[in-house]
């Protein structure tokens, strides 16, 4: 592990038509000390082809180039914990195949941690269907949770009981602290993200916001997130549940009576919802 060395870990499956411009954001970047790893999730299309000749052709760009390709269908926790264990940047990024970096994305973030101290956070993230000139007028995280990020980690802890204020494709990390939780919950093959900040806010660690856009998140029927409820798709609910069953309810004590109220408002919801189908 070096100190300049930036980790970009880029998590595809089924992006042929995507994931080139994804890899040239990544190599358009204006810091020039990074490490990319590509971890494909058993693509049924040309992802894997198509990334094998991006690489080739980029091969110069990178100090080291990791690409993984799974046997088996792993899902979402388990491919990007494969790539977060390769890396050996002191600061870590993971981007799925269809988001865009703006080209100051890593300086900023660097700079931003070595001049605060921050070890976890997350940038802006703006919105965009099918190209950027289609982006929103607004960024996430939504203006009126941005306070949470100020918030000591018990006090983040019982928001994120609440619901995931966080958005997952402006986050970066030292790596040190997802040694410190033992990386990524396996478990959950629909989502990465929650569950792993509440395990981060629980061992002590505190989110920072770098309040500027540097991430382009693209929204289309093929996401998980964006697709779940319309296809029926009752696992990424499922998911939820055993989260809160697995990271939240241990913790029930810590909460206020608020956020038990919204706990279990939301449980009661999700439960009922994946009973009689969407």
């Known amino acids: 592990m070096t100190d300049n060395l930036f980790s970009i870990v880029c998590v595809t499956y089924n992006q042929e038509d995507l994931i080139t411009e994804c890899l040239d954001s990544i190599a358009g970047q204006d810091y020039r000390q990074i490490e990319l790893i590509v971890c494909d999730d058993c693509s049924t299309d040309r992802t894997v082809q198509v990334v094998e000749e991006w690489l080739e052709k980029h091969q110069d760009r990178f100090d ?4 993984l390709k799974n046997k088996e269908n792993l899902g979402i926790s388990a491919t990007h914990d ?31 941690c070595k001049k605060t101290g921050t070890t976890w956070g997350q940038t802006l993230v703006t919105p965009f ?11 996430l995280p939504f203006r009126r ?22 958005s997952a494709p402006g986050n970066f990390f030292e790596r040190s602290i997802l040694e410190e939780i033992g990386f990524l919950d396996t478990e959950f093959r629909t989502f990465e993200d929650w569950h792993t900040w509440l395990r981060l806010t629980r061992a002590g660690h ?16 093929k996401s998980i997130t964006y697709s779940a409820l319309d296809v029926g798709n009752l696992s990424f609910y499922q998911d939820q549940v055993r989260v809160v069953e697995k990271y939240v309810l241990p ?9 038990r109220k919204h706990l279990s408002c939301n449980l009661a919801y999700l439960k009922l919802f994946i009973e009689k189908g969407a």
């Open 64 to 67: 080291n180039i990791v690409f």
């Open 82 to 112: 494969r790539g977060l264990r390769c890396a050996a940047g002191k600061y870590l990024k993971y981007i799925g195949g269809d988001d865009i970096l703006a080209k100051n994305c890593v300086s900023r973030i660097v700079e931003f």
């Open 129 to 139: 269907l099918d190209t950027l000139e289609n982006s929103a007028d607004f960024e």
């Open 145 to 166: 949770t941005r306070k949470y990020f100020s918030y000591a980690p018990a006090g983040q802890f019982r928001m994120f009981a609440r619901r995931c204020f966080f």
């Open 206 to 221: 505190t989110a920072r916001l770098l309040p500027e856009p540097l991430v382009f998140w693209r929204r289309h029927p």
């Open 251 to 259: 913790y029930e004590e810590d909460l206020d009576w608020v956020t």
